[in-house]
């Protein structure tokens, strides 16, 4: 049973800087593609970056630039840096494979930019 763990979020101004850690219990973390998932206000839950085994990263275009992701499978955690932070970055984010069938869903970090 995999048991994840995502922190890290805040209250920010726009253009401020947050990371956020999603760690896992219980799996095998290090040969999975992760992703980080945003759920804004009134919207579904959308992936927005993801890094691979091997440490590859693809990002959407909305957070290209200003998120980096980064892994420790040593800890099995991976991290979400993100800069530059804008309004519409709110919302609560989520770690979980990238690909199905995702793990149980953790708790999630909210994140709030404020203009």
């Known amino acids: 049973q995999v048991r994840l763990v995502e922190s890290g979020g805040g209250l920010v101004q726009a253009g401020g800087s947050l990371t956020l850690s999603c760690a896992s219990t219980g799996g095998i973390f290090g040969i999975n593609t992760i992703g980080w998932y945003r759920q804004a206000p009134g919207k579904q839950r959308d992936l927005v970056a993801r890094i691979t085994a091997a440490g590859a990263a693809v990002y959407v275009d909305s957070v290209k630039g200003r998120f980096t992701l980064s892994r420790d499978d040593a800890k099995n955690t991976v991290y979400l840096q993100m800069n530059m932070l804008k309004p519409e970055d709110t919302g609560v984010y989520y770690c979980?494979?990238?690909?199905?069938?995702?793990?149980?869903w953790g708790q999630g970090t909210r994140v709030t930019v404020s203009s």
């Open positions: 979980n494979k990238a690909l199905l069938p995702p793990w149980s």
